[in-house]
């Protein structure tokens, strides 16, 4: 089977999830399907053996909250930046509730105990929005004339 093929199957099996109403599945097929490199007339089997290595070279280092702060601090106001780390924020199964809760008090500066993991996530981003709110309100007023 050549990788033109496999990329071909893959993109069908992600509308046959779409249409059964898996849409994440279909999106995590469609990914898959996009990385495959269909040049130089590979098999699927080379193709696939190589994405393997491309994943294996960049493995990422096991975050810690210190650097999902430094990240959110990074991303400034930058909605596309934000979005990215609060995503693996919220689907890092290895943040447990006191992480989740250092994260908080390191991003929102917010030190009441939240109650749960989802309460400091949506701390998180309930400040990100205060920010963004704050900066176009700053601005606003900034181009208002004097009377």
């Not at 069908?12 to 399907?33: K, P, W």
């Not at 089997?45 to 990422?60: H, M, N, R």
């Not at 701390?123 to 900066?135: A, C, P």
């Amino acid at each position: 089977m050549k990788a033109t093929d496999l990329k071909s199957v893959l993109s069908d099996l992600a509308d046959i999830f779409r249409a059964g109403g898996g849409n994440s599945s279909a999106t995590d097929v469609e990914l898959l399907a996009d990385r495959i490199d269909t040049s130089c007339d590979r098999s699927a089997d080379a193709a696939l053996d190589l994405l393997e290595a491309e994943l294996l070279e960049i493995s990422p280092t096991p975050a810690t909250p210190e650097r999902y702060i430094v990240a959110l601090h990074e991303a400034g106001l930058s909605e596309s930046a934000f979005l990215k780390v609060f995503a693996q924020i919220k689907n890092d199964k290895s943040i447990k509730k006191a992480d989740a809760i250092e994260i908080m008090k390191g991003y929102a500066g917010e030190y009441k105990r939240a109650k749960t993991k989802s309460d400091a996530i949506e701390s998180i981003e309930r400040r990100f929005t205060e920010l963004v709110y704050d900066d176009n309100a700053h601005r606003q007023a900034a181009n208002t004339t004097p009377w």
